[in-house]
Structures are given as C-alpha cells and as structure tokens.
C-alpha cells in the first residue's frame, strides 16, 4: 500500500519526537530529574549550609545564592544553624523532593556515610563544598570543592616561626579552634602545630573551640587571659573569633597586635580592616567565593561528565602592609 507524502512526514515527526523523549528519559533516568526537577527543565540543587556563624559563611552564602540565580539553577537553600542533625534531615527532604544535585557543606568531618548512601542509592550526585567529611567510601560524593586547611594552619605557623626567630624565652600561644570536629579546625590545628614544632620556644598553652564565633572568641579569649598571666601569641582558627578575642583583649588592658600577636584564618573584610589598623598581625586567606565553581561542576555532574575528585581555590596571605593595600578593593 502506498501511503501520501503528508502523512509518511506526520509519521516520521511522531518517530523522532518518541525517540528523542525516549532518550531524555533514559538521561533524567541517570541523574533523578525524571520525576523531581523543576519542571521547566532547570537543574534544581539542593544547598544545606553550615549556618550564618562568621563573616565568611555570609559571604558564602551570598556567592552560592548569586551564582545559581547567574547560572539558570533552581536552589533549595537550608541554613542548617550548625547542627549536623539539621543538615542530615536537609539532606533527606532534598532526596525526598527528588532534586537533580545536593551540595553541602558539612559543619562536621564524621558521620555522613548513611546519609550518603541514601543519596547515591536514589541516583542524585552530591558535591561537597569548603569542608570534607572522612567518609572512606569516596564513591559517596562526585568531588569536593574548597580550600587547603592544613595549608591555611602552616602558613600561620611558618609566619610565626619567621617572626620569632630572634625571640629569646618561651614564646606562649593560646589557640582559638573552629567547630569541634570540623574540617578546619582539625586540619587548621595540624597544619600550625606542624609548622611551629620546627622551634621548640613556641608553646601552645591552651587550645580551646570558640565555635568560629565572635561571641565564642571573645568568652574564650576572657578565660584565657584570667588563666594565664603571660599570653605572646594568639592563634585564632578564623577572623570572627580573632575579632570577639579583641574585645576581651582590650578589656584586659593589652594592646592587641602589639601586647599580644595575632595569627587569623579568612581574610573577610572586617578581618583585613582589624589587620590594616595594626590590631591584627597576619592573616592566611580562606576564600568563600566557591558559588560560580559550585554551579559549573553542578552541571558537569548533572551531564554525566567527569569532574576531578578534589578542586582546591588559590589563596594567598597579608601582612599588615598588604591588607591596607588589598582592603579597598576587597568585597566581602
Ligand atoms: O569552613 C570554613 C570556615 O567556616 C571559615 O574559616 C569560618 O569563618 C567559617 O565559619
């Protein structure tokens, strides 16, 4: 039988149109956005910060925010107020929704197996950003996005080793540590207890959590200079609590930057201000910019590509000098 050139067309379109959903579905299939998604054929990401503890995790959220809204993604934003708990059931709603990636940056290093599992037993790509977890499975996450802490920790300390070469006597060192059990703080510690056990005279004679909080900085700080009577150095894991230590500092009646050096982590614009005036000694930068490199592998691991396992951001130090240099043009 002969058919007419009208319909053998009509027939042709209706093959290619259920090939090519046939197809789009075998895709969504492989990266779950066949029933999530956002209908409109945006990728959709679920985000599940940390919280809004410093200066740095705003300027955090804020590059995340911008850089989905820039790239054409949907962001399911939760603010999990540093509970791990929180970010666990975040975690869990995003699965539920069906989104086509969870990113997370997870206020602690230990406990995520689980979670991870379910995520990857529902086909949805997690990515992690700013902080790891130990999870020795590595095929629970696609990569890992953020900043070298151990790095951070031995810049600090190496500074410090430098500045006290000619010192003479025990130089003590309090030490203001991040979140207990968080990957900053126990790589930040590593990296400066690494760097300054090259000089035996640098002491650390007290390390406490301030929890990368002003108020945190600031009441540790207090019960470190009632305790000890002779404090050189401070080392704080970031420059909130660098900043709540200034406070009790200055209560005490010493000079901070001069009566007492202070070594921070982040270089956030308040930090680099505290620096440039003199109140602050060094800085070694943690970048929190990581939105447009989030949204790019978002996409790469919702295509399917390959992305590397870990992507470190390039980051640099200040002195005094630099910051009042660098302070102007700084953004965040
Ligand atoms: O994980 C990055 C750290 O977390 C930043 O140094 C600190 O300011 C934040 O709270």
Same mark, same amino acid.
């Given at each position: 039988?002969? $058919?007419?050139?009208?319909?053998?067309?009509?027939?042709?379109?209706?093959a290619?149109?259920?090939?090519?959903?046939?197809?789009?579905?075998?895709?969504?299939?492989?990266?779950?956005?066949? %029933?999530?998604?956002?209908?409109?054929?945006?990728?959709v $990401?679920?985000?599940?910060?940390?919280?809004?503890e410093?200066?740095?995790?705003t300027a955090?959220?804020?590059?995340?925010?911008?850089?989905?809204?820039?790239?054409?993604?949907?962001?399911k934003?939760?603010?999990?107020?540093?509970?791990?708990?929180?970010?666990?059931?975040?975690?869990?709603n995003?699965?539920?929704?069906?989104?086509?990636?969870?990113?997370?940056?997870?206020?602690? %290093?230990?406990?995520?197996?689980?979670?991870?599992?379910?995520?990857?037993?529902?086909?949805i790509p997690?990515?992690?950003?700013?902080?790891?977890?130990?999870?020795?499975?590595?095929?629970?996450?696609?990569t890992?996005?953020?900043?070298?802490?151990v790095?951070?920790? *031995?810049?600090?300390?190496?500074?410090?080793?430098?500045?006290?070469?000619?010192?003479?006597?025990d130089?003590?060192?309090?030490?203001?540590?991040g979140?207990?059990?968080?990957?900053?703080?126990?790589?930040?510690?590593?990296?400066f207890?690494?760097?300054?056990?090259?000089?035996?005279?640098?002491?650390?004679?007290?390390?406490?959590?301030?929890?990368?909080?002003?108020?945190?900085?600031?009441?540790? $700080?207090?019960?470190?200079?009632?305790?000890?009577?002779?404090i050189?150095?401070?080392?704080?894991?970031?420059d909130?609590?660098?900043?709540?230590?200034? %406070?009790?500092?200055?209560?005490?009646?010493?000079?901070?930057?001069?009566?007492?050096?202070?070594?921070?982590?982040?270089?956030?614009?308040?930090?680099?201000?505290?620096?440039?005036?003199?109140?602050f000694?060094?800085?070694?930068?943690?970048?929190?910019?990581?939105?447009?490199?989030? $949204?790019?592998?978002?996409?790469?691991?919702?295509?399917?590509?390959?992305?590397?396992?870990?992507?470190?951001?390039?980051?640099?130090?200040?002195?005094?000098?630099?910051?009042?240099?660098?302070?102007?043009? *700084?953004?965040?």
């Amino acid at each position: 039988m002969r $058919m007419s050139l009208a319909p053998r067309r009509a027939v042709a379109a209706l093959a290619a149109v259920l090939l090519a959903g046939g197809m789009a579905a075998c895709g969504n299939s492989d990266t779950g956005t066949d %029933e999530g998604g956002s209908g409109d054929g945006k990728i959709v $990401m679920g985000f599940s910060q940390v919280g809004a503890e410093s200066g740095w995790r705003t300027a955090n959220t804020n590059s995340i925010k911008e850089a989905a809204a820039e790239a054409g993604i949907e962001l399911k934003f939760d603010d999990a107020q540093q509970k791990q708990e929180n970010q666990i059931k975040a975690i869990r709603n995003y699965i539920q929704q069906k989104v086509d990636v969870i990113a997370f940056s997870p206020v602690v %290093e230990s406990g995520w197996d689980t979670v991870l599992k379910e995520a990857k037993d529902a086909g949805i790509p997690v990515i992690l950003t700013d902080r790891a977890v130990d999870s020795a499975d590595k095929s629970l996450y696609k990569t890992f996005l953020g900043s070298d802490f151990v790095k951070e920790g *031995r810049l600090s300390g190496e500074w410090l080793v430098e500045q006290m070469k000619s010192a003479t006597g025990d130089v003590n060192i309090v030490e203001l540590q991040g979140t207990t059990g968080s990957a900053p703080a126990n790589d930040r510690k590593k990296g400066f207890g690494e760097a300054i056990a090259a000089d035996p005279k640098l002491k650390v004679i007290a390390s406490q959590s301030g929890d990368f909080t002003r108020a945190g900085g600031k009441q540790v $700080m207090e019960q470190f200079l009632k305790a000890h009577p002779k404090i050189d150095v401070l080392f704080a894991h970031n420059d909130d609590m660098g900043l709540g230590a200034l %406070e009790a500092i200055t209560a005490a009646g010493k000079e901070p930057g001069k009566d007492i050096i202070i070594i921070t982590i982040d270089a956030v614009k308040d930090g680099m201000q505290a620096l440039a005036d003199g109140k602050f000694n060094f800085i070694a930068e943690c970048s929190p910019l990581l939105g447009p490199q989030l $949204m790019e592998l978002a996409k790469k691991v919702h295509a399917g590509e390959e992305v590397p396992p870990r992507i470190e951001t390039e980051e640099t130090t200040f002195t005094q000098e630099q910051a009042k240099e660098a302070l102007p043009n *700084r953004k965040y």
